[in-house]
Nanobody, 122 residues
Framework: QVQLVESGGGLAQPGGSLRLSCAAS????????MSWARQAPGKGLEWVSG????????YYTDSVKGRFTISRDNAKNTVYLQMSSLKPEDTALYYC???????????????WGQGTQVTVSS
């Protein structure tokens, strides 16, 4: 049974930092691209960042470049999103997701975690 469990969300001030974690189980983690996406109230799902199965390549949406860093520890079956210089517009429910195919990056995701809430406010 595939499981993705996000943690690390919370309340931060503008300019602050948070580190999100996604603990994965039920599949061969090191064979899959992993991504983070977010959804703000009343808005659609926005792709934030992705990391290749072996960690050799990463991508970020323009709005978070230079502020967020995605990483993974395949020995711990965990993907992280380090968020710095947080802005109010980063407020959203953050999800991690598993790419549907091994050793691929098709942006087709078949499993999602329950999400962790990030709120940025003064």
């Amino acid at each position: 049974q595939v499981q993705l469990v996000e943690s690390g969300g919370g309340l931060a001030q503008p300019g602050g930092s948070l580190r999100l974690s996604c603990a994965a189980s039920g599949f061969t983690f090191s064979s899959y691209t992993m991504s983070w996406a977010r959804q703000a109230p009343g808005k659609g799902l926005e792709w934030v960042s992705g990391i290749r199965w072996d960690g050799s390549d990463t991508y970020y949406t323009d709005s978070v470049k230079g502020r967020f860093t995605i990483s993974r520890d395949n020995a711990k079956n965990t993907v992280y999103l380090q968020m710095s210089s947080l802005k109010p517009e980063d407020t959203a429910l953050y999800y991690c997701a598993k790419e549907s195919r091994t050793n691929s990056w098709l942006n087709e995701y078949d499993y999602w975690g329950q999400g962790t809430q990030v709120t940025v406010s003064s």
